[in-house]
């Protein structure tokens, strides 16, 4: 997925996986998955999608700083 926030272009195809993480399991509605990637540039984004009754009901990218990212990558270990 490709998407342009604050005219920076953020893409799952480019960058690099960190961590993924899942909560439910693969069909569960109110499952989802946000997964932390890194760009050659070193921005941070997380890629996040859903079940229809999940906090993440379509796919989306939102972009992350490097503290906001620690915070994640602690809170998922």
Same mark, same amino acid.
């Given at each position: 997925?490709?998407?342009?926030?604050?005219?920076?272009?953020?893409?799952?195809?480019?960058?690099?996986?960190?961590?993924?993480?899942?909560?439910?399991? /693969?069909?569960?509605?109110? $499952?989802?998955? #946000? %997964?932390? !990637?890194?760009?050659?540039?070193? +921005?941070? /984004?997380?890629?996040?999608? $859903?079940?229809? #009754? %999940?906090? !993440?009901?379509?796919?989306?990218? +939102?972009?992350?700083?490097?503290?906001?990212?620690?915070?994640?990558?602690?809170?998922?270990?």
């Amino acid at each position: 997925m490709k998407k342009i926030i604050c005219k920076r272009e953020y893409d799952t195809e480019v960058a690099t996986l960190v961590k993924r993480h899942s909560v439910g399991q /693969f069909g569960d509605p109110e $499952g989802y998955e #946000e %997964s932390l !990637y890194q760009m050659p540039d070193g +921005k941070l /984004f997380l890629y996040v999608n $859903g079940g229809p #009754e %999940s906090i !993440y009901k379509k796919e989306n990218i +939102k972009s992350i700083s490097k503290e906001k990212a620690e915070v994640w990558l602690k809170e998922h270990e």
